[in-house]
C-alpha cells in the first residue's frame, strides 16, 4: 500500500490565510472542506487517468484466458492487466485535532502498489503511477487555484 497525506496550510498561506482552523466562521470550514473534498475527486480522475493513457513498451507475454499483454517498461506507470492498481485508489479528507487540521490522504490499497512504485532490487524496476501525479506541478497549481477559491 502507498500512501500521502496533504496539507493544505503552505497553500491557505499563500493565498492570504494566516492563522489555523480554531475559531474561524463555520462557513470557511465547510468551504476549505468542499474545495479539498472535490480536489480527492480530481487527482483520483487524474491517477488513473496517467496509468490509463500510458502506452505500454515492455515485453509481450501470452497470459492464459487473457491472450497477449505487453508489459511496461520500467520507468512507465505499471500496465494495465487486472486493474488492481487501476482500482485501488482511494481518497479521503479528515479533520484533526479538533477540526484544526485538514488532511486530505490519498492511497493505492493494491497489495503490490509499492513494488510497482518502488521496485525490488534485482528483481523488478520501478514502475512510478503514484510520485509523477502526487508531486508534480500541476497538482500543486491545482490546490494553490482551490485554496484561493475557498477565499
Same mark, same amino acid.
Given at each position: 500500500m502507498i500512501s500521502v497525506s496533504i496539507d493544505p496550510k503552505p497553500f491557505l498561506r499563500e493565498a492570504g490565510f494566516k492563522g489555523h482552523f480554531v475559531g474561524v466562521h463555520k462557513q470557511f470550514r465547510d468551504a476549505a472542506y468542499r474545495e479539498w473534498f472535490d480536489l480527492s475527486k480530481w487527482i483520483l480522475l487524474k491517477l488513473r487517468a496517467y496509468i490509463k493513457d500510458s502506452v505500454p513498451k515492455g515485453e509481450v507475454y501470452y497470459i492464459?484466458?487473457? &491472450?497477449? +499483454? %505487453?508489459?511496461s517498461a520500467p520507468g512507465q506507470p505499471p500496465a494495465i492487466l487486472w486493474a488492481r492498481i487501476f482500482r485501488g485508489f482511494e481518497t479521503e479528507v479528515i479533520w484533526r485535532k %479538533?477540526?484544526?487540521e485538514l488532511l486530505l490522504l490519498v492511497r493505492n490499497t493494491a497489495e +503490490?502498489?509499492?513494488?510497482?512504485?518502488y521496485g525490488n532490487p534485482g528483481k523488478i524496476l520501478p514502475r512510478p503511477f503514484f510520485?509523477?501525479?502526487?508531486? &508534480?506541478s500541476e497538482l500543486q497549481d491545482e490546490i494553490r487555484k482551490r485554496m484561493y477559491n475557498v477565499f
Open positions: 492464459a484466458g487473457k &491472450g497477449k +499483454h %505487453r508489459a %479538533r477540526m484544526t +503490490h502498489a509499492d513494488l510497482m512504485e510520485a509523477p501525479v502526487i508531486y &508534480g
